[in-house]
Nanobody, 121 residues
């Protein structure tokens, strides 16, 4: 059974950093572009970025570039999302998603269950 599992979320103070992970099981990530999204309470899902199988990054919002870094380690079947200078408005559940495509085309076929990030002092 194909599965994506996010981890690394938690409670962090403003200005802190977190490294989220997205680990695949039941399939290998190396053929799939992986996207990251987030959803804050009472808000719709917000697209952040995507990483293709060649490591090329696509940002889905201009503001993502400064504080969000994505990387993939296909040997560990894992994609990481590093978030720096966390702010209260970053509080959300963060999801990764896998595409059937190897490049970032904005379409994703299955999703993880999410990991909660809470930014508060």
């Amino acid at each position: 059974q194909r599965k994506l599992v996010e981890s690394g979320g938690g409670l962090v103070q403003p200005g802190g950093s977190l490294r989220l992970s997205c680990e695949a099981s039941g399939f290998t990530l190396d053929g799939h572009a992986i996207g990251w999204y987030r959803q804050a309470p009472m808000m719709g899902r917000q697209a952040l970025l995507c990483i293709g199988t060649d490591g090329e990054r696509t940002d889905y919002a201009n503001w993502v570039h400064d504080r969000f870094t994505v990387s993939r380690d296909d040997s560990k079947n894992t994609v990481h999302l590093q978030i720096n200078d966390l702010r209260p408005e970053d509080t959300a559940t963060y999801y990764c998603a896998a595409s059937r495509w190897s490049v970032c085309v904005g379409e994703f076929d299955f999703w993880g269950q999410g990991t909660q990030v809470t930014v508060s002092s």
